[in-house]
């Protein structure tokens, strides 16, 4: 029956996209207030399409209240992005620069992710807490998660988990299953950071690659003004502005590899610490069963001791609190079961979904990174390269007399050369070298051959072929 | 790889190039090689092993030749420097513990390919050296240089002693006042007025392009770096991976491994069509500078020379040796003169010629690169989406 909903709200997609950010007017607290668009087929809500603004506050106060009814119950709550004193200062200060438009939009997506997953999931669509968040206009501010700076929500966190850690090691696992899933989860967790700290580097030495190739750019303009063969000259600015556009280039494609791809791996691993989560809530829940029975026992052992002394009247009332905690033991098995049960399920819709989510969001990341590669492959071509062959001509018919010889530098392998019938030595040279083989521990060495060029008097002959 | 057909002097005289080199710790020895139908030479073919102090002398003997003062002397290689990738190979040893072994080979390879790559700029760059020298009409005929490309013992006894030495650091002290001579000095000549005013100006523009490329490329090959460690990441993530999504992040590991040795030959053939070219000529255009200098120098002889001859004139003393040391003064100066200008000019011309030549090589590799990367690209997200 629960398959049943899965396929129905699929097909009925719900697709959020948070709007641009705008700073309230609100002079005691600028908070980004953020508006929020909704797009449906579902029939549960009153209109198709509708906006909402949104504090962060409230999106964290949704989990709150999500976590609260749904955690126990073994349902991966999807978490939300972490409040970061860091960032909201420097909005708070009104700082317009690069670092607080990349935090915006970070957060941005972050939001709308986590939006997206409570939506995808469906129990969680149906619960009322998430419709008003939807759909009403404005909601109550909450109180609650004013506590929960960046550093404190992860405290917190971190806390639940560890407490209920201590416990796991005296669990008794009747069902490998979770021992080995778990198992995968936390080693998952352990990789996906490093690499999320890999991508942030990549990301850094990108922003410095763009850098560096703006003021090159900068740099070949100023050669080229001061060069006084005017097709060379025209030919370095060209250049230049070509090492303008690719420095544009490689500065969006920080960009995407923040946003499509350090993003996406960030929130992947907080997803991986809900899903620590359920375990530790059936843990929770296997402890509690525990514990029950841990009394009853005693109860029993009460029950017995009074017998054997004979005394009637507390005999009664440990008969009753024997029945009492009978009733819970049995209560609290059924709900270690259905919780265990519960957190299976979960943990293979949410490896169905990884897939899923993954494939699609990784053919993003890799198509845009595509569109600025062929956006390489086409400049060169546009701008430099007919001016380089008009510079050709221009450089020979105007060093014509004076030259003598050119002599060029390449990497050659060495090579016999074949004297053709005019005496006139004709050496094909290929691009690469070739290392002689030695003992293993001995030092490179490498072929090299000269080769000297003819005077300009065959001045077309001298030109290199060259392949398309 | 790309062919080229290049159709080769008849004039093969003289020919030098590098065929083997060693490299021992710092020092590298180089075997040069030479082919001539020149009598002046003893035997036909002949190899010798030679240091790079060796060239270093060679430079200086020749700069400092008094007949050579009106040619640009090619500028002296660069001693090797190993310094940079020694250095990332420490750290990688210090760094070993936390990757996997993998991964360690693999930055291991890349040291290794840097390691290379620094040893073959500096032998082209020994070769080139030597070959201008065989090239230039007056140069190839210096005794020096025949002894250099000759003499099969070791030259250390005709290097530089302190005395020397001495000497050398002595004129470059000379050549920072001759810095200021030469802007100040009044220039008949238009063509040379246009020279000193243009290499001024280009040498620090040429210089900082040098400093900027330099930056770039570094930058390049950082990212290629990181696409290991993403790659190998990937991997143990894919190791431990039992759900469906394996296979995707197997592709993507393998895309990323591809991926940086892409990257990695942007950024070795920028270094070295953009990068190196650039270094070269900021050498070379000081050594035209320096030409320029001499003949500064040779001038301030000449209008000295000149006062000297009105001072001898007033005092009607030893009038006829001043005379003769103006006009001695008058015909070095001329000398000189007539010999910069051919040599600026060609200079000029072989710079145009190189820097087109490269510039295109450069171009074009990169296009091919772009090209590479979006197959690569392509491929991937081809793979993935029809699974």
């Known amino acids: 029956m629960w398959q049943e909903r899965i396929l129905v709200m699929s097909k009925s997609e719900i697709t959020i996209s948070t709007l641009k950010k705008t700073k309230s007017t609100d002079v005691f607290i600028a908070r980004a207030v953020k508006p929020c668009l909704f797009q449906t087929t579902l029939p549960m809500f009153r209109n198709k399409t509708f906006t909402v603004r949104r504090r962060f506050s409230d999106f964290l106060g949704l989990y709150e209240k999500l976590s609260e009814k749904h955690g126990p119950n073994g349902l991966i709550v999807p978490p939300p992005p972490e409040k970061s004193l860091l960032g909201m200062t420097k909005m708070k200060v009104g700082k317009e620069d690069s670092s607080s438009a990349d935090f915006l939009e970070r957060r941005r997506g972050a939001l709308e992710r986590y939006l997206q997953r409570v939506v995808n999931h469906p129990m969680l669509l149906q619960d009322p807490d998430v419709r008003e968040f939807l759909e009403k206009e404005e909601l109550p501010r909450a109180v609650g998660t004013q506590a929960l700076s960046g550093a404190g929500f992860l405290k917190m966190l971190n806390k639940a988990t560890d407490a209920v850690s201590k416990m796991t090691i005296k669990m008794n696992e009747s069902d490998v299953w979770f021992e080995e899933k778990l198992q995968e989860v936390e080693s998952a967790d352990q990789q996906f950071r490093k690499l999320h700290a890999l991508v942030e580097s990549l990301v850094i030495h990108r922003k410095e690659l763009s850098l560096s190739t703006a003021s090159f750019a900068k740099s070949a303009a100023m050669l080229g003004s001061a060069e006084d063969n005017t097709a060379l000259s025209r030919a370095l600015s060209q250049l230049a502005e070509v090492e303008d556009k690719i420095e544009q280039l490689h500065q969006d494609q920080a960009a995407n590899d923040t946003f499509s791809f350090a993003e996406l791996i960030a929130d992947f691993i907080r997803l991986l610490g809900a899903v620590r989560g359920t375990f530790d809530q059936r843990m929770k829940a296997w402890q509690r069963w525990q514990d029950a029975q841990t009394i009853l026992q005693k109860k029993r052992e009460m029950e017995a001791k009074l017998l054997w002394a004979n005394k009637p009247d507390k005999l009664q009332l440990a008969k009753d609190e024997i029945t009492e905690w009978e009733a819970k033991v049995t209560q609290y098995e059924r709900d270690f079961e259905r919780v265990s049960a519960t957190v299976r399920k979960e943990v293979v819709r949410f490896e169905k979904e990884k897939t899923k989510n993954f494939k699609r969001q990784i053919i993003g990341y890799l198509e845009s990174l595509l569109q600025s590669q062929q956006q390489v492959s086409l400049f060169p071509v546009r701008g430099l390269h007919p001016l380089i062959t008009a510079m050709i001509f221009k450089a020979l018919c105007a060093f014509q007399h004076n030259f003598t010889q050119v002599i060029s530098i390449c990497r050659v392998h060495t090579f016999p050369g074949r004297r053709s019938a005019t005496g006139v030595k004709r050496v094909t040279i290929y691009r690469g070298f070739s290392p002689r083989s030695g003992t293993p521990g001995s030092s490179p060495r490498l072929g090299y051959l000269c080769r000297l060029s003819p005077p300009l008097s065959a001045p077309l002959s001298c030109l290199p072929t060259v392949e398309k | ?387």
């Open chain 2, 1 to 387: 790889l790309r062919s080229v057909s290049v159709d080769l002097n008849n004039d093969a005289s003289l020919l030098i190039d590098i065929p083997d080199a060693l490299c021992e710790r710092d020092k590298v020895k180089f075997t040069v090689h030479t082919k001539t139908t020149l009598s002046s030479f003893q035997k036909p073919e002949f190899s010798v092993p030679r240091q790079h102090e060796d060239f270093i002398w060679l430079h200086d003997t020749l700069v400092e030749t008094e007949d050579y003062a009106g040619l640009i002397i090619p500028p002296a290689p660069p001693k090797p420097d190993f310094e940079s990738p020694r250095e990332k190979m420490h750290k990688l040893g210090e760094g070993e513990a936390t990757m996997t072994k993998e991964e360690y080979t693999k930055m291991k390879q890349e040291l290794e390919a840097e390691y290379l790559a620094v040893f073959k700029k500096t032998v082209q760059v020994h070769e080139v050296f030597l070959q201008r020298l065989s090239s230039h009409p007056v140069l190839s005929k210096d005794r020096n240089f025949q002894i250099f490309l000759e003499y099969d013992q070791d030259l250390s006894v005709r290097r530089k002693n302190a005395k020397e030495m001495f000497g050398g650091f002595f004129k470059i002290m000379v050549k920072s006042a001759d810095e200021v001579l030469i802007s100040g000095i009044k220039e008949v000549d238009d063509f040379f007025e246009q020279e000193k005013t243009f290499l001024l100006d280009y040498y620090s523009k040429i210089k900082d392009s040098t400093a900027k490329a330099e930056k770039m490329t570094r930058s390049h090959k950082n990212i290629a770096d990181d696409y290991i460690h993403i790659s190998a990441t990937l991997n143990s993530l894919c190791a431990e991976d039992s759900t469906p999504n394996k296979k995707n992040i197997e592709k993507l590991s393998d895309l990323f491994e591809r991926l940086r040795k892409v990257e990695g030959r942007v950024a070795s053939d920028q270094e070295l069509k953009l990068t190196e070219l650039l270094r070269y000529y900021m050498r070379d255009i000081q050594a035209a500078k320096d030409l320029l200098y001499r003949r500064a120098r040779a001038l301030v002889d000449y209008e000295n020379s000149n006062k000297a001859l009105d001072k001898a004139r007033l005092k009607s003393k030893d009038v006829a040796q001043a005379e003769e040391h103006q006009r001695q003064c008058l015909q070095k100066f001329d000398k000189l003169s007539e010999s910069a200008k051919k040599e600026l000019t060609s200079f000029k011309g072989r710079r145009v010629v190189a820097f087109r030549k490269n510039l295109i090589e450069m171009a074009e590799l990169e296009i091919k690169h772009a090209k590479n990367n979006v197959a690569l690209l392509q491929g991937c997200v081809d793979l993935l989406k029809s699974n």
